[in-house]
């Protein structure tokens, strides 16, 4: 799968949109772009994922660069609870399916 | 419906002793996943099961580590004899198929983890 870069932190003021980098340069076609987070002392939580259009649920956006060598996940009225490391992860369709987890944005909304 | 469930939340054990985690994945789940997620980095997949069988186990400490899914549905991961360096946290996740699909899609839910800690 392809290595993903983020930043190490980001801080964003309450009830603005969080808008959190993703950088995928060597992905390949037949990759997506998923995004997790994990708030403080739980489990790791599914948001999003997306091949090359972009993507919106309940939760957030997904926008992916026409190249897909970056992507960006819009959160877009960010709360305190959204507080939380947040994860860019490429996975293979039809691959196999563990995660491969970096080391993420840790994201600070400020009050 | 019920999330995953691990027992327990917190363990202190000292080096070369034992230990045992617990997981019981979501209803109707056939892929359960163990991870490691040692302080301040990302969790590292440990084992991967499908149904009762091993799909992935490249990462498994094989030395001192051993996990089991009997009967297709529980699973404990065990750690025999524990080192200061096992101390993290051990997070079990299911799904309900063991690969992304055409769709992309078969997300993975997280169980609340279990922290150890080796003195």
């Known amino acids: 799968d392809a290595k993903t870069t983020q930043p190490t932190s980001m801080d964003c003021a309450e009830g603005r949109a969080a808008n959190l980098p993703c950088n995928h340069s060597?992905?390949?076609?037949?990759?997506?772009v998923y995004w997790y987070r994990q708030i403080h002392s739980q489990g790791p939580q599914y948001i999003i994922h997306g091949l090359k259009n972009n993507e919106t649920n309940e939760m957030a956006s997904l926008i992916i660069t026409e190249d897909r060598k970056s992507s960006t996940l819009i959160l877009p009225h960010a709360t305190l609870r959204d507080t939380a490391v947040y994860y860019c992860i490429v996975r293979s369709r039809g691959g196999a399916d563990g995660l491969t987890f970096g080391k993420g944005t840790h994201l600070i909304i400020q009050p | 419906e019920a999330g995953v469930a691990q027992s327990p939340r917190y363990k202190i054990i000292e080096k070369r002793q034992s230990v045992a985690f617990w997981c019981n994945p979501i209803?109707?789940?056939?892929?359960l996943y163990w991870y490691q997620q040692i302080l301040g980095q990302g969790p590292k997949l440990l084992i991967q099961?499908?149904?009762?069988?091993?799909?992935?186990d490249s990462q498994l400490p094989k030395d001192r580590f051993s996990a089991e899914r009997l009967k297709g549905v529980d699973s404990t991961l065990k750690i025999q004899p524990a080192k200061l360096e096992d101390s993290a946290v051990y997070l079990c996740?299911?799904?309900?198929?063991?690969?992304?699909?055409?769709?992309?899609?078969?997300?993975?839910?997280f169980g609340p983890g279990t922290r150890l800690t080796v003195l």
């Open positions: 996740a299911s799904s309900l198929v063991g690969r992304v699909g055409l769709a992309g899609g078969n997300e993975q839910f």
């Open positions: 209803s109707g789940h056939a892929t």
């Open positions: 060597t992905i390949s076609g037949n990759e997506y």
């Open positions: 099961f499908q149904n009762n069988g091993v799909v992935d």
